[in-house]
């Protein structure tokens, strides 16, 4: 019986349509047959009126029996389940009153129209909460003009192409979420709950369907959510479902290394070690900001550098390597062990400006930072635990590329990083032990709203010190 009546539910958003159809028609021949060039329609209309009433009932009655299948958001369908009813109930009458001559003369007379408006807008909302319940909420005007958009409070997408960055971006809003958005989502949503499960918060991903937890934190293996994606692709079961693209493998794995990590909602990538496997798909996907960082750089063509320069520079200490093999992009890193590097060494980068795009002067015993404001290509700047401070900012106003600065342990103040307001692509600024204030990073933020500001101890788990593809 059940499995019946959900067939015949089934046929509840073709046979909606009818009197969607109908019921309209009967108002508009209503409305024209009260003017006398359009008197012959009058007749017809309590026939269309009442064809449309019926089908309304009908199709009411397939919507009970739809819902039972419980697929649906319940606010959302009781909603709707209302209105339709109300449609029918309220379509029925009119025709009772319509078909009665004496009241159409007397007391209906003014009413009756209004009335039909009253049924005409409550099919049109019927119908369009329908509509969100079978396509989701933002179907409608996914693809509408702005403007209209913003008149319907629904927010602007996001812009795609924000750069997910390595240091900041959490492992499921980077990686996981996208690929459930994808391919999930559709079919397990507030509106629509297939297998009583939702995948669009993490809250509801969390809470699992009818048949209790998807994840199981720890173990991919025993992990409902994993098991569908890597079932034959004929099982009825496999997700998602025949007819849908299914998840690349590299997505599958992906999926199965995030699950057997223990499934982390709030975890930074930064803090997290990535078999090389992962890395890979990872850099594929053209997440992260080595990734983005790479083409960033990829794109800066500048000639070798000088290898006398490098022998001097390697000859006080400092290690100067090639960003990724082959490359002609410099990381220049001073050693911990090594001869302070002073500001007589700073005239050692001068030959390569070109080429440097890394820099890690930490612990330096430079005092005299004006050189770095030649280094117009830097991409990456520490100068933590030296001597640098507000009256030394000026130096940086022009490196424009500069995406990762690093501040700790210096005198720099909230007048300092004022200055760094005109830096448009920096994207993770360093203050522990700073004398930045709250209201400074406030201020900043003004400027920058992307930048990601770390003050507390975390800093020290993200040091650059790796060098991309390796
Ligand atoms: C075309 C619609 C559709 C898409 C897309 C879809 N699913 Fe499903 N999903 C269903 C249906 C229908 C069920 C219930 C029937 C069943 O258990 O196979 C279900 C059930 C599930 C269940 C079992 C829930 C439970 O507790 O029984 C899991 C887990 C699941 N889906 C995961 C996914 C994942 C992961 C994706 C994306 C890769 C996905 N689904 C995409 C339709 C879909």
């Known amino acids: 019986m059940n499995d019946f009546a959900l067939f015949l539910g089934r046929f509840h958003p073709l046979m909606v349509h009818l009197p969607v159809g109908m019921l309209m028609l009967a108002v508009v021949i209503e409305w024209l047959g009260r003017r006398e060039k359009y008197a012959a329609l009058a007749a017809s209309g309590p026939l269309i009126l009442l064809l449309g009433a019926l089908s309304a009932l009908v199709s009411a009655a397939l919507g009970l029996l739809l819902a039972q299948g419980g697929d649906y958001d319940t606010d959302l369908l009781a909603f709707h389940q209302n209105l339709g009813i109300a449609v029918a109930v309220l379509s029925l009458l009119l025709y009772i009153v319509r078909r009665n001559e004496a009241w159409m003369q007397g007391w209906a007379k003014r009413l009756y129209l209004p009335a039909s408006g009253l049924m005409v807008l409550l099919l049109i909302v ?4 329908g509509g969100s319940l ?3 909420e933002d179907y409608l005007l996914q693809y509408a003009p702005s403007p209209v958009k913003r008149l319907a409070g629904l927010e602007e997408t996001p812009d795609t192409e924000a750069v997910v960055d390595m240091q900041t971006a959490d492992v499921y809003a980077a990686l996981v979420e996208p690929i459930l958005k994808k391919s999930c989502v559709s079919c397990h949503n507030k509106g629509k709950r297939k297998g009583g499960l939702r995948m669009d918060t993490r809250e509801e991903l969390l809470k699992g ?4 937890l998807i994840l199981v934190a720890g173990n991919s293996e025993k992990s409902e959510l994993f098991r569908r994606l890597n079932l034959p692709m004929d099982d009825e079961k496999h ?5 849908k693209k299914p998840l690349s ?3 599958v794995s992906l999926i199965g290394w995030w699950i057997g990590i223990g499934a982390p909602m709030d975890k930074k990538l930064s803090e997290l070690e990535i078999p090389a496997d992962i890395q890979a798909i990872i850099a594929k996907m053209g997440v992260g900001s080595a990734a983005k960082k790479a083409s960033l750089l990829d794109s800066l063509k500048v000639a070798p550098p000088d290898a006398a320069a490098i022998e001097k520079l390697k000859s006080r200490k400092a290690q100067a390597r090639p960003l990724s093999e082959g490359s002609s992009l410099l990381q220049i890193t001073l050693s911990r062990d090594s001869l302070p590097f002073g500001d007589a060494d700073m005239a050692l980068l001068k030959p390569l400006t070109e080429q440097i795009v890394w820099l890690d002067l930490r612990m330096g015993a430079v005092n005299d930072f004006s050189g770095l404001a030649a280094l117009t290509h830097l991409n990456r700047l520490t100068l933590a635990q030296t001597t640098f401070s507000d009256k030394d900012m ?3 106003a022009g490196l424009s590329q500069l995406e990762y600065l690093n501040l700790y342990g210096t005198e720099v103040s909230d007048e300092g990083i004022r200055q760094l307001a005109g830096l448009k692509n920096l994207k993770n600024l360093y203050l522990w032990q700073t004398k930045v204030t709250e209201a400074g990073i406030a201020a900043l933020k003004q400027s920058l709203p992307g930048l990601a500001i770390t003050m507390g101890e975390e800093m020290k788990e993200v040091e650059p010190v790796a060098t991309p593809g390796k």
């Open 126 to 129: 019927a119908g369009h909460q």
């Open 134 to 136: 079978t396509h989701g």
């Open 394 to 396: 000026v130096h940086l």
């Open 209 to 212: 369907g009818e048949n209790g």
């Open 239 to 243: 997700m998602p479902p025949d007819g």
């Open 249 to 251: 493998e590299a997505q």
